[in-house]
């Protein structure tokens, strides 16, 4: 055998790896999805726990009433929760959209932190840090400025945490509510569906742990305390605060029943500059969490250390080799193509109205084109990161923009 050879072999092997453990995850997720779909839903037993929900947003004036309103509703009892919106160096109407909800609403606690740029517009993990330090829960949640939750997703994250001492946190799903506007919200809906959430499911059920996302979730204010707060260097606080959460031996649960609808990027400009904070930010974890992937008493991260590795470098550099060597195998392709849609359809199946001859058509088109630009988002964001590194300046929060409607 001769050098390309083995460089084919390789690169099959780490290509096949991960798309087997995708496919466990799927089969995993589905799995889990019909059990709970048998349960009755969680309850809380005695007094409710005191909720401090923290709503970050900066000039997020589009979106923030029907948010806001959308807490409001919340089939919670009135006076065990609080809503902290951290109107973050806003240059928009935002503190005036705010103030009008608080004097229609003068009983409810309702509390709005403006902040200038000196104390704030410094990204995301910097206003949860603010908000925190005025935050009087037992339980806190987080919810992003583009977020309507459904009347039940608190009372069914608050449910899970307090019947559970083992949970650090809970996490609920997250739906797009824009997911008719075009091709590109069509992709990133099935993309929700099946990638993020069907994975969360899976490795819940196999492993008992989950990935924050950045909203619709709750975890114990002791868990804020004991790590200081959110680190202020990432632009991925989801992730690097889920990590943390596991060193200290918590579980993370995922509850599909807790959803919340949330506006995704309808231009790809805003999806590329999006993404590739989502790729910073989770390399910096990565890195910053290195160490721990030979940690023997680190288990609970393991998986997700090489996940990321696998994903950020081993895989892309596997898939940049392959394409460059002649008569790579046609088969494989059309394999992983063949899988792709097959699960990807499967996992919709988990999802009332999701199941139709279009998306079937739009996962296999997604193969081609979607994917593909994540691929390039991929590499730019790992270029991108390591560029700030030389330059030895911190990666900048990004804050993505929103629509009408």
């Keep these: 055998m001769n050098v390309f050879d083995y460089l084919m072999l390789i690169n099959i092997f780490l290509i096949w790896s991960l798309l087997f453990v995708n496919i466990v995850l799927i089969v995993a997720g589905y799995v889990y999805y019909l059990k ?71 009983n409810r ?52 945490l307090k019947a559970d001492d083992s949970l650090g946190a809970v996490i609920g799903k997250f739906r797009t509510r824009n997911k008719e506007v075009n091709l590109l919200t069509r992709f990133i809906n099935i993309e929700t569906l099946s990638f993020q959430w069907m994975a969360q499911a899976g490795r819940w059920q196999l492993m008992k742990l989950c990935t924050i996302p950045g909203t619709n979730f709750i975890l114990r204010r002791t868990i804020i305390e004991a ?111 063949v899988m792709f849609v097959l699960g990807v359809f499967i996992a919709l199946t988990t999802e009332k109205g999701e199941m139709s001859v279009s998306n079937f058509f739009i996962i296999a088109l997604m193969y081609v084109s979607y994917c593909q630009m994540w691929i390039i988002v991929t590499v730019y964001g790992v270029f991108s990161y390591f560029k700030d590194r030389i330059k030895k300046q911190d990666s900048k929060w990004y804050k993505t923009e929103r629509f009408q409607g």
């Design 227 to 337: 790590i200081g707060g959110w680190d202020e260097k990432a632009v991925a606080e989801d992730t690097e605060i889920s990590f943390r959460i596991y060193l200290m031996g918590y579980k993370i649960k995922f509850q599909p029943k807790a959803v919340t609808w949330e506006q995704e990027p309808q231009t790809w400009s805003v999806w590329f500059r999006q993404r590739t904070r989502w790729v910073k930010g989770n390399v910096y974890v990565l890195i910053k969490n290195i160490g721990y992937l030979v940690d023997k008493d680190a288990k609970k991260i393991r998986f997700d250390i090489f996940y990321f590795l696998s994903t950020y470098f081993l895989l892309l550099t596997a898939l940049v080799v392959s394409t460059s060597i002649q008569g790579f195998s046609n088969l494989l392709w059309f394999t992983a193509f």
């Design 109 to 160: 606690n309702l509390i709005v932190i403006n902040t200038d740029k000196i104390t704030g517009g410094k990204g995301k993990s910097n206003a949860l840090n603010i908000g925190y330090q005025q935050a009087k829960g037992e339980f806190i949640a987080i919810y992003d400025a583009d977020n309507t939750p459904e009347h039940k997703a608190l009372i069914y994250l608050a449910a899970e």
């Design 36 to 106: 709970v779909e048998k349960e009755q839903p969680p309850e809380i037993i005695g007094e409710y726990p005191f909720v401090s929900i923290m709503v970050p947003a900066h000039n997020e004036g589009v979106v923030i009433v029907k948010t806001v309103a959308a807490l409001l509703a919340l089939d919670y009892p009135g006076d065990r929760y609080e809503i902290i919106v951290i109107n973050d160096n806003s240059s928009d109407n935002s503190a005036e959209l705010l103030k009008e909800i608080q004097d229609s609403n003068p």
